[in-house]
């Protein structure tokens, strides 16, 4: 097994030293990659897809979470066996020998070799002041490749990457786009590594470059047989290279499993929202932009902008009060006061009639209406009881995973 | 009838200067726009397009020059061929005429960029850099709408909203055009054409322009401006005032686009790449322009941000009769979009033409390139 | 986390400063001045005496009395003079710093440029004898030192013993009994002072603030704001320096430091009865506590600058608090 990657976690400080609030970049991920496979990360700016290939690429550590490079299978076996039964004392052990994050200075070099990362934008990762041969070669020289196998190794890549010598002495900035980034995968690949990360190779191309650099990776992997995980927010661009595919959401999986399935069979309502506008047929019309909100999101993380969420999803009081407040609020109505009180809202000025009206009139597009279980008409408020809400687990579905509260055991049918 | 034409380009060529070079950017294009109608400009990157509609904007960076060519813009001639003096009191040949552009600008033609983040000011709040647009160009707009509501008849609103109830629309019209101004109306229309409210919120919202709220001392800074602007603290409340119709006018487009208002007072790193889009656009259609540019509007954003924005787009086309210059290097973008398409490359345009021909029946070796590598699902 | 928040948080990590800049001075004594009783309790006794209100005896050879008294006294006039400073430090140097940058490459930024250089590296009080020489001596325009002319004040009620009352700052208390003759000249004889002082700060700014401007003026969202048709000063005001300030504003509050010692050099130079005054005396009439509560307060003001600044950018910067 190439990569295999057990619960991470990561979260970020952002907002400064003195106001920082944390973000949970990565929540519980766990990913398998074997040799010759093409894995994409499918999902929008923030989704922590970037941050995950880092972790894979060991150029970033986890918070918590296991990590295996390059191990025999048998390893891989125990360790999910013992992930299982709990037995946290052999997957200690099996870490202690086997975890890439445990390795020595040495012990890391050694693997970074096998290691290749292309950056989004590579004109920033590059120095600005060498030339391109001396960018791709300089992997080779820190692996301590002798003159003969760099002279080898530059005539190997010109061929499968497509670099004409007349670029080789040039600068970085003297190149368009789409050389810019060859010289970018000229230079991941130049030791020759089994597990390549690509972070959005192809974002800023135009269409004719992208398909060049899409085939070039193709012929890549299969002359090779490296690995490749492949982010990017373009699901037709995952259908188009990648084998398996991974849809992420704000730091959480939300499904994951083999790309024409996935995509031809989408089961979590963001997977058939990415799809449907790929095919640029939209289903349903996706009317508002995420409000921003402040605070943590509780349950599954794509409940606010789910078409079809519902009660259990993950609708806090906090959300519940803020939506109702939202409806109401623009109307001005004499008396109007909304508050919360021992876990109910409290809502005055209004009456049951009202607000069973504004609930049926709006359901569709405030889901967390869904979320009121009870309304009770008191002297002079009503009280509102919501259900409560649940945590969402992975569930398998053919071939695929998904993250959704749609296929749990006991949900009746409200579709 | 035919269509008026609103921008005329011939034969523009632009230089990029360096320190050892010259590079041809633009080598003579060619390019025209009528009223109403959408015209996408598509190419590679590299290609010009970009430095095709800054110079549009009279935008371009220091080390670029007009060098050849002309733009007309509404009937002005943007380029004059002369020595003339720019805002630094150098002389510089072949510049874009500065004051008959600054009036333009940001009026009649306004232009959104790529990566919204980066075009807006980090330490302002963007309801204000929306409001920036009005405040220098229409700021007596701003003053006039609090007036039209201090001075509006409750009773024609009141009327109005019967009217409404009747669901009699055509006299309803009628009863629009004839009973109040311009800026009520306005007010009126921002509200109606608003698809996230319920035929109930908008009758309130529209009755609820009838209550006045001003202060004493807010009307009397507001009916006796010349003497306000002058005493400090009057001149205060005259800005606050302002300010305030400023982020409630931003609000209500908005509100027409479907998003909500509330993000105004936030700044631009709290808020996602698509919502800094569209206040991008916000910014480029409170004054009414006749024509928008958009330099690749999508291109930093997801899919399903790049698909609300082209929704976006439809909308605010059809509600304010809009031309758009549309520039991308993807051309299935356009294919919806789009009535005509110019295609670009090496910095000269190649083939133009109604979307359906270049789209089906090209004959260019450089369009059918284009059309052949997007990947679809 | 909320404003007030951070700002108890910041003043809280103040105390530990302030004690550490106190204690060093205090070690300084101890190994140079020859102490002899036990370091810890002395500096302990002087601790409790900063809470206990009663306050040493000084004795200077042109002062006597009590140290609370006399700081009240001077620290007005060091006040004075720093504000007067720091205004001509931030108008001039904003000024003249994004004029440069705006006609950048011009002669007018060339000799601005080069002028700022020349005075940013001259020592203070070089800066401040050719002041007093070019205005005082050749061109007579401005008295060149710190007092008046002593004959203004005969039989002004509120000025007695060479003190002037309620402020105790001779320009001030002037304005408030309405004697415009007085104040014009206690202003003027400012100007030399706040001026030598000030010109190595404002050549600073003018530097920094330049070079933050020209970066500034390069970034996409000046393009977008030209972009909406709005007018290059008000582009300037409204957004350039805004995001310009930043740079100039550190170098200003991390430099206050430099300002201070400069006060004491110019204070003695012009003959001016401040802070920097009373410590010069203390110092060399050996007299610790008074050196050590001076220094207290030299720190206090420069911690609070530090403060000021961290407090300033998290209003202006929305970056730090979102």
Not at chain 1, 194 to 215: A, C, G, H, M, V
Not at chain 3, 230 to 242: D, G, K, N
């Amino acid at each position: 097994m190439r990569i295999a990657a057990y619960n991470l976690k990561k979260t970020y400080e952002s907002g400064g030293a003195a106001f920082g609030h944390k973000v949970r970049s990565i929540n519980d991920i766990s990913l398998k990659i074997r040799e010759g496979q093409i894995v994409s990360l499918v999902g929008e700016n923030g989704s922590g897809k970037t941050t995950l290939g880092l972790i894979l690429s060991l150029l970033l550590r986890p918070d918590s979470g296991q990590i295996f490079f390059d191990v025999p299978d048998w390893v891989i076996n125990r360790y999910e066996i013992a992930l299982l039964k709990k037995d946290l004392d052999s997957m200690r052990e099996l870490g202690k020998d086997y975890s890439a994050l445990n390795k020595s200075k040495l012990g890391l070099m050694d693997i970074r070799k096998k290691i290749g990362v292309l950056f989004q934008d590579v004109a920033s990762s590059v120095d600005p002041r060498q030339t391109v041969y001396d960018i791709i070669k300089e992997p080779m020289v820190v692996s301590k490749y002798t003159d003969e196998q760099i002279h080898n190794r530059m005539n190997e890549l010109k061929n499968d990457v497509g670099i004409d010598d007349d670029i080789l002495h040039r600068y970085p900035h003297e190149l368009s786009d789409g050389q810019k980034q060859k010289i970018g995968i000229a230079r991941a690949l130049a030791t020759n590594p089994i597990f390549l990360f690509l972070d959005e190779p192809t974002s800023n191309l135009d269409p004719i470059n992208q398909r060049i650099i899409l085939d070039i990776l193709k012929k890549i992997n299969s002359k090779t047989r490296a690995s490749m995980l492949i982010t990017t927010h373009n699901i037709a661009l995952a259908n188009y290279i990648a084998g398996d595919i991974m849809v992420m959401f704000k730091g959480e999986t939300e499904e994951k499993g083999p790309t024409k399935e996935v995509i031809n069979n989408p089961q979590h309502p963001y997977t058939k929202e990415l799809t449907s506008v790929a095919a640029r047929k939209a289903n349903y019309d996706i009317l508002y932009y995420e409000r921003p909100y402040n605070s943590d999101v509780k349950g599954c993380v794509y409940h606010r902008m789910c078409p079809v969420s519902f009660e259990i999803c993950g609708w806090t009081i906090d959300e519940v009060y803020l939506d109702l407040k939202k409806s109401f609020g623009p109307l001005d109505l004499p008396n109007f006061k909304l508050k919360i009180e021992k876990g109910k809202i409290l809502l005055y000025g209004v009456n049951k009639d009202q607000l069973v009206k504004m609930i049926n009139l709006y359901k569709n597009k405030i889901r967390s209406f869904y979320a009121i279980k009870d309304i009770k008409q008191e002297d002079e408020h009503l009280s509102i009881e919501l259900f409560d809400y649940k945590e969402v687990q992975m569930h398998k579905v053919g071939n695929a995973e998904v993250k959704c509260h749609l296929f749990e055991e006991d949900v009746s049918t409200l579709f | 009838m035919e269509k008026k034409e609103l921008l005329t380009v011939k034969g523009l060529e632009v230089v990029f200067e360096s320190r050892f070079n010259q590079i041809d950017v633009l080598k003579g294009v060619d390019f025209s726009l009528k009223e109403n109608e959408t015209v996408g400009l598509v190419g590679v990157n590299g290609s010009g397009k970009s430095t095709f509609a800054l110079s549009l904007m009279g935008l371009l960076p220091r080390n670029a020059k007009i060098v050849n060519g002309s733009i007309n813009i509404n009937g002005s001639d943007m380029i004059i061929n002369e020595f003339e003096k720019d805002s630094y009191n150098r002389k510089r040949h072949r510049i874009l005429v500065n004051e008959g552009i600054e009036k333009l600008r940001g009026r009649f033609i306004t232009m959104v960029t790529q990566e919204a983040a980066s075009y807006l000011d980090p330490l302002l709040t963007v309801g204000y850099q929306i409001f920036e647009s009005v405040l220098f160009h229409n700021k007596e707009r701003l003053i006039k709408r609090i007036d039209s509501r201090e001075k509006v008849d409750k009773g024609a609103l009141l009327n109005y909203v019967k009217l409404l109830n009747s669901k009699d629309y055509k006299i309803a019209d009628k009863f629009l055009d004839g009973n109040f101004d311009e800026y009520i109306r306005e007010q009126i229309l921002n509200i109606t054409r608003r698809d996230d409210l319920t035929d109930e919120d908008k009758k309130n919202l529209i009755l609820a322009l009838g209550r006045a709220k001003l202060s004493s001392v807010q009307r009397f800074v507001l009916s006796h401006k010349g003497v306000a602007s002058r005493i400090p603290g009057l001149r205060y409340i005259l800005n606050q005032l302002i300010l305030e119709e400023g982020y409630q006018l931003a609000g209500e487009i908005l509100g027409l686009m479907g998003l909500d208002p509330t993000i105004l007072h936030m700044f631009p790193n709290q808020l996602s790449g698509g919502m800094l889009q569209a206040v991008l656009i916000a910014s480029a259609i409170v004054n009414n322009p006749r024509i928008i540019i958009m330099d690749e509007p999508a291109s930093s954003l997801d899919p399903i941000a790049q698909y609300k924005l082209f929704n976006l787009l439809s909308k605010i086309k059809a509600t304010f009769n809009l031309s758009l210059i549309l520039v991308a290097h993807d051309i299935s973008l356009l294919t919806r979009f789009a009535d005509r398409i110019a295609v670009i490359e090496d910095g000269a345009i190649v083939e133009v033409g109604d979307t359906s021909s270049v789209i089906n029946n090209s004959s260019n070796e450089y369009t059918k390139r284009l059309i052949k590598s997007v990947i679809n699902i | 986390m909320s404003l007030s928040h951070y700002i108890i948080k910041r003043l809280i990590i103040a105390v530990p400063t302030l004690i550490g800049i106190t204690l060093f001075i205090f070690l300084l004594y101890y190994i140079i001045g020859g102490l002899h009783s036990n370091f810890l309790v002395a500096y302990g006794s002087w601790l409790s005496s900063l809470f206990s209100g009663k306050s040493q005896i000084v004795n200077t050879n042109v002062y006597k009395g009590s140290i609370s008294s006399a700081i009240a006294l001077f620290l007005p006039n060091t006040l004075m003079l720093s504000i007067f400073a720091a205004v001509l430090i931030w108008f001039i140097g904003t000024y003249l710093g994004v004029f440069s940058a705006r006609h950048k490459d011009s002669a007018a930024d060339l000799t601005i440029k080069a002028a700022s250089f020349y005075l940013y590296a001259a020592p203070i009080f070089i800066v401040a004898i050719v002041l007093i020489i070019l205005f005082g001596v050749y061109l007579k325009i401005l008295p060149f030192s710190g007092e008046i002319n002593p004959l203004l004040m005969v039989g002004i009620a509120w000025f007695s013993d060479g003190i002037s009352y309620p402020t105790h700052i001779l320009l001030i208390d002037a304005l408030i009994h309405g004697n415009f003759v007085i104040a014009w000249n206690a202003f003027l004889s400012l100007i030399l002072p706040a001026l030598s002082l000030a010109l190595a700060f404002i050549a600073g700014v003018i530097i920094m603030l330049r070079n933050s401007m020209i970066s500034v003026l390069n970034q996409n969202f000046i393009t977008g704001a030209r972009g909406k048709g709005l007018s290059e000063r008000y582009i300037v005001r409204r957004h350039a320096l805004r995001n310009a300030i930043f740079q100039p504003a550190t170098f200003f509050a991390y430099t206050i430091s430099g300002l201070l010692s400069g006060e004491v050099v110019i204070e003695t130079i012009f003959n001016y009865p401040g802070m920097g005054y009373f410590l010069t005396q203390s110092l060399i009439n050996n007299q610790l506590v008074a050196v050590l509560d001076s220094v207290l307060i030299f720190g206090i003001i420069f911690v609070s600058a530090t403060i000021l600044l961290d407090i300033f950018y998290a209003v202006i910067d929305p970056r730090v608090r979102f």
